[in-house]
C-alpha cells in the first residue's frame, strides 16, 4: 500500500510539472527521461546497495532565449511533490533535493540528451543548463512561501551546477493565477510575454520582437508577470504583482512600466495585485493615480488546486 500510495503522489506531481510547463508556460516538455550517470560512486545513494547508473528527470524544456542573443536556455525538472504539509525546517530536506538535482545537472551536461538538442539548435552558439526544483505540498496553503523561508541555506561548494531555481506553492499559483487565467479570458493566442531589453538581445530589439510565445525561464524568479494582450482591437499591457498593494511599490511600479514603450499602441495597461482593495481610491493615491491615462488596478484570488 506505501508503494501504491507513494507512486499516486509521484503521478500528481508529475500531471503539476506537465500543466505548469506544457499548458501554462507553452513548453514542449518531455518527461520521466533518464540519463546515464557519469559519476557511479560519487552520486551513489546512501540507502543504495550498488554504484548509481542512472538520473531520473521528471521535465525537459528548452528554447531559445529572448533575453541574450545566441543562447540556448535547457531547464531540467525536478518534481518533488508531496501529500504532506512542508517540513518546519524544511533546510535539510532542501538541501538533499538540490544536491540529487544538481548531481543529475552535471550528468546532463555529458549527456548524449544534451548534444542531440545542440546539434539540432540554429543560431545558437552557447547553451546554458538550469535546474528548477518543484517542491508543491498539496497539503499547506497555496500562496505558502517556502522560498523565501529557506533563501540563507548553505550550499555544497562541491556540487557542479550553474542555477537552480525553487518553484514553491507559492511561486506555482502566481503562475496559474496570472497566466493560466488570463489564457483562459483571452485566449491562448491573444496572450504574449513581454521581454525587458537586458542590453544582450540586440536582435530582437532591432526586429522589434520584445514579446513573444516563449517564457524565459529567468522570469520564475521574479514576482511580476508582464502580458501584452490583444483584447478584440485593443492592445492591453497587463501586469501581475504577487505582493499586497502598497502606494511606494506602486510608485516604483509606473516608473518601471514606462520602460514598455515599444509594445505596440497600447490602449491601456492593468496592474494586477494580490487582494487589491481599492486603496487608490484614499487621499494618499487617488491624486497620482487620476493623473496616469489608460491605468487601472485589480486584484486576482485565484485556486489552481481546482484544475480539471
Request: with cysteine; aromatic share 12%; net charge negative.
Amino acid at each position: 500500500m506505501a508503494g501504491e500510495f507513494s507512486k499516486k503522489i509521484g503521478d500528481e506531481g508529475e500531471k503539476i510539472v506537465d500543466f505548469i510547463f506544457g499548458e501554462i508556460l507553452n513548453f514542449n516538455i518531455s518527461c520521466n527521461l533518464s540519463i546515464d550517470c557519469n559519476r557511479p560512486k560519487e552520486h551513489k545513494r546512501i540507502s543504495a546497495k550498488s554504484d548509481r547508473t542512472t538520473h531520473g528527470i521528471d521535465g525537459l524544456i528548452y528554447y531559445v532565449s529572448p533575453l541574450q542573443d545566441y543562447i540556448l536556455d535547457i531547464g531540467v525538472i525536478s518534481s518533488k511533490c508531496t501529500s504532506k504539509p512542508y517540513p518546519k525546517n524544511p533546510a535539510k530536506i532542501l538541501k538533499e533535493y538540490i544536491k540529487d538535482l544538481a548531481e543529475t545537472l552535471e550528468c546532463f551536461n555529458y549527456s548524449k540528451e544534451k548534444s542531440l538538442i545542440n546539434q539540432n539548435a540554429s543560431n545558437v552558439k552557447q547553451t546554458e543548463t538550469i535546474g528548477i526544483l518543484v517542491w508543491h505540498s498539496f497539503e499547506d496553503d497555496l500562496t505558502f512561501d517556502l522560498v523565501s523561508k529557506t533563501s540563507n541555506i548553505h550550499i555544497d561548494n562541491e556540487l557542479s551546477f550553474d542555477k537552480i531555481i525553487l518553484l514553491d506553492n507559492n511561486r506555482l499559483n502566481f503562475l496559474f493565477e496570472s497566466i493560466y487565467i488570463s489564457k483562459q479570458i483571452y485566449g491562448t493566442d491573444n496572450i504574449d510575454f513581454v521581454y525587458h531589453n537586458t542590453g544582450l538581445n540586440f536582435t530582437r530589439q532591432q526586429e522589434g520582437k520584445m514579446f513573444g510565445k516563449e517564457f524565459p525561464i529567468q522570469y520564475l524568479y521574479s514576482n511580476i508577470i508582464l502580458l501584452r494582450i490583444t483584447n478584440k482591437k485593443n492592445t492591453e499591457f497587463h501586469i501581475y504583482v504577487n505582493e499586497l498593494f502598497d502606494i511606494e511599490s506602486f510608485n516604483l511600479l509606473i516608473g518601471f512600466i514606462k520602460q514598455f514603450d515599444y509594445l505596440e499602441t497600447l490602449d491601456k495597461t492593468i496592474i494586477y495585485y494580490r487582494e487589491y482593495n481599492g486603496q487608490l481610491d484614499n487621499s494618499l493615491g487617488k491624486q497620482l493615480f487620476q493623473s496616469l491615462q489608460k491605468i487601472e488596478v485589480k486584484g486576482f484570488p485565484i485556486n489552481f488546486r481546482n484544475i480539471k
